[in-house]
């Protein structure tokens, strides 16, 4: 009899033909294309998601304070804290906006004029006539084309803007629905570990928020009033786009104090220096003085850290990623503290109580 084949032996494996590689080839690099497209959009997203977060962050704190000054219900003090930083906003609006609207007028006029006479006073050197002609042309075409991807976002500034109010919203009212949501896709052992993860994020970003705000009023007021001492004839408008751009780190106040050099040259260049003067002078006194105080428990995170993750996150995803770099980096540091650190260094470890004091400040 002929000898039998094994049952299991393996029946020859059919080799590809060189178009189904190339196929294959194709359709994984599609995939990946396809992913990452995904990943990026996604990313933006979770920025909007962060940016609601922060804005259920105030709501929040604000009712903290309230309720450990008046004792009264929970409930109430969000209400509280909720209608009434609309109500303070609209009330601001309502008896500032005819001035703010005057000062921007004058500003969009008087301007195009300034730049147009500091183009006339650099064409007369040999130094301002290279530095016109290197921003002129291609060379213009250019920074255009970058900064327009650079500031540019997914949804449109107003679509933003809208998704980020609501989330705020609900993120406000129902804060427990998705903090135990997130606690539940852990395992039961991992569970205390994200609950410690997410009380640590939200005591640093209630830090952040806590200095950044105060710092916008500090500058507000310091420039308004400075402004308004040297003679500077939209004082209010230039001290709010600085207050403004203080959200974002280290180049908001340099993009701030350009337009008020500027029209602080159409008196003459002592007013512009002593403007400048007093553009750094406030910034100095609000970043190194006053906001370290404000954010002292908060993470310590190195200057270089935050120019490199600012640029990182303009790349990916303009003026949104810029002004969330920073509470993005504290919530990366964080996570690398409590997921690698302290599991190398046990002893090094950094007390959770320091960051959790920052909530009763």
């Known amino acids: 009899m002929p000898d039998k084949k094994p049952a299991n032996e393996n029946p020859p494996k059919k ?43 105030y709501f929040h704190g604000l009712g903290d304070i309230i309720e450990r000054r008046t004792k009264w219900n929970r409930t109430l003090c969000m209400c509280i804290s909720v209608i009434g930083s609309f109500m303070i906003l609209g009330t601001l609006l309502w008896f500032m906006g005819t001035t703010i609207q005057g000062q921007v007028a004058i500003l969009s006029e008087s301007l195009p004029q300034t730049i147009s ?34 500031f540019s976002t997914s949804f449109g500034v107003l679509g933003n803007i809208y998704i980020i109010l609501f989330l705020g919203i609900f993120f406000t009212t129902h804060p427990s629905l998705y903090k135990d949501g997130i606690i539940k ?10 609950q410690k993860v997410i009380d640590r994020t939200s ?24 402004l308004s001492i040297i003679g500077i004839p939209v004082a209010l ?10 959200v974002v780190p280290n180049f908001g106040s340099l993009a701030a104090m350009i337009p008020g050099v500027l029209i602080a040259l159409t008196k003459d260049v002592n007013t512009a220096i002593i403007t400048a003067l007093l553009y750094m002078i406030s910034q100095t006194i609000v970043s190194n003085v006053v906001t370290p105080l404000i954010q002292k428990k908060m993470i310590n995170i190195p200057p270089a850290l935050t120019i490199i993750s600012q640029v990182i996150m303009g790349t990916l ?14 919530i990366f540091i964080i996570l690398a503290d409590e997921l690698y650190v302290k599991k190398i260094n046990p002893d090094e470890a950094e007390p959770i109580a320091k960051n959790r004091a920052l909530g009763s400040d």
């Open 237 to 246: 408008v230039l001290a709010l786009m600085t207050g403004l751009l203080k």
């Open 203 to 226: 005591q640093a970003l209630k830090g952040w928020l806590k200095g950044m705000m105060l710092s916008m009023v500090l500058i507000t007021v310091m420039l308004t009033t400075g």
């Open 317 to 330: 995803s303009g003026v949104l990623g810029i002004i969330l770099a920073v509470p993005l980096l504290s």
């Open 185 to 194: 896709l852990f395992p039961k052992n991992n569970k205390p570990m994200a």
């Open 117 to 150: 006479n500091l183009k006339a006073k650099l064409a007369e050197g040999p130094i301002g006539a290279k530095i016109l002609d290197y921003f002129s042309g291609d060379n213009t075409d250019k920074l255009f084309a970058t900064a327009q991807s650079f």
């Open 15 to 57: 080799e590809l033909t060189y178009i189904e590689k190339v196929w294959h080839t194709v359709a994984i690099v599609a995939l990946l294309v396809v992913a990452i497209l995904i990943a990026r959009v996604a990313f933006n997203v979770l920025l909007m998601v962060l940016a609601g977060s922060l804005i259920a962050v």
